[in-house]
């Protein structure tokens, strides 16, 4: 899959998306009203990968409901990313978006660049359950939760996620970060701090992937810094079961998603797996 929030969220990028080798696409996080973001600069470059100030820009889930049919309607999965500011807004957006039709929903519980306004979530463990609690309440689709990997214990979590209900985990969102201008002598974003994503992640995220498979017993969703098929087998064997690809199509394009595809089946042939649950975990045991 796409990680959320990538190339933005049009039904056109994200068929192409799917197109391009991902197994289903997942939407950027769609909240109770729309949302412009925060201002610009909203991204900046930095060492091996991009840091992140978006602020949630959304249209709103109501207003989301079409373009998921439309995907929908074009044979694509679609896993709807969302958020609230609150246990009874998480709901709402929950409800709103299994009407539309989509095929999961991924409960962003980990956004970092909303902490004043909004609080974030993912850093306690029981308001993590309640919420994901009250959002199954609301619908019958999975629901994933997405984690933040600023957090001091993971495991305590993603173990709150599942009593919640939460049918799997995607490990991790970005890192909370900075940059400075040297000439300005200013933050670079708008925003001050920013989401860290991309290679520059990709150990702390796998380490998160490790420490929540073996919190949990239910599917571990790997995501953050995957660029290349190596990458994406060394999650598999921490024991994540699916995977999301973000910041690398900004780096190579669309074509990652087939490369990475290409790349896990060349590493299977060599290796002499048939499945790719034979290599679930295998790191662990
Ligand atoms: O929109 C954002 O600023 C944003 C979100 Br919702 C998120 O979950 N993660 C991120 O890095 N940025």
Redesign the pocket.
């Given at each position: 899959m796409n990680a959320?929030?990538v190339l933005g969220m049009s039904p056109s990028i994200l068929k192409r998306i799917y197109d391009s080798g991902a197994g289903a696409v997942v939407t950027k996080?769609l909240g109770p009203k729309p949302r412009k973001?925060h201002p610009n600069p909203t991204f900046v470059r930095v060492e091996a990968g991009g840091l992140?100030?978006?602020?949630?820009?959304n249209p709103g889930a109501e207003y989301f409901v079409d373009e998921i049919k439309e995907l929908k309607n074009m044979g694509v999965p679609v896993i709807a990313s969302f958020?609230g500011g609150s246990v009874q807004e998480f709901a709402e957006v929950a409800y709103t978006l299994s009407r539309a039709g989509a095929d999961a929903l991924e409960l962003?519980a980990?956004?970092?660049?909303v902490a004043e306004e909004l609080g974030m979530l993912a850093a306690d463990a029981n308001n993590v359950e309640k919420v994901t609690a009250a959002v199954k309440d609301q619908t019958k689709l999975p629901v994933f939760v997405k984690l933040s990997p600023s957090v001091t214990n993971i495991k305590i979590i993603a173990k709150a996620a599942e009593w919640g209900g939460a049918d799997a985990i995607t490990a991790v969102?970005?890192v909370k970060a900075i940059a400075i201008d040297v000439n300005m002598r200013r933050p670079i974003l708008a925003n001050v701090t920013?989401?860290l994503?991309g290679p520059a992640i990709k150990p702390i995220a796998l380490r998160c992937v490790w420490d929540v498979v073996q919190a949990v017993n239910i599917p571990v969703i790997g995501c953050g810094g995957i660029t290349t098929g190596e990458d994406a087998v060394e999650f598999i064997l921490a024991g994540a079961t699916a995977l999301e690809v973000g910041t690398a199509v900004m780096t190579h394009g669309i074509g990652v998603y087939k490369d990475i595809n290409d790349r896990i089946a060349s590493y299977m042939t060599e290796n002499g797996f048939k499945e790719i649950k034979e290599m679930v975990g295998l790191a662990q045991e």
């Open positions: 959320a929030g996080s973001g992140n100030a978006m602020g949630l820009p958020f962003n980990s956004c970092p660049n969102n970005t920013g989401g994503s």
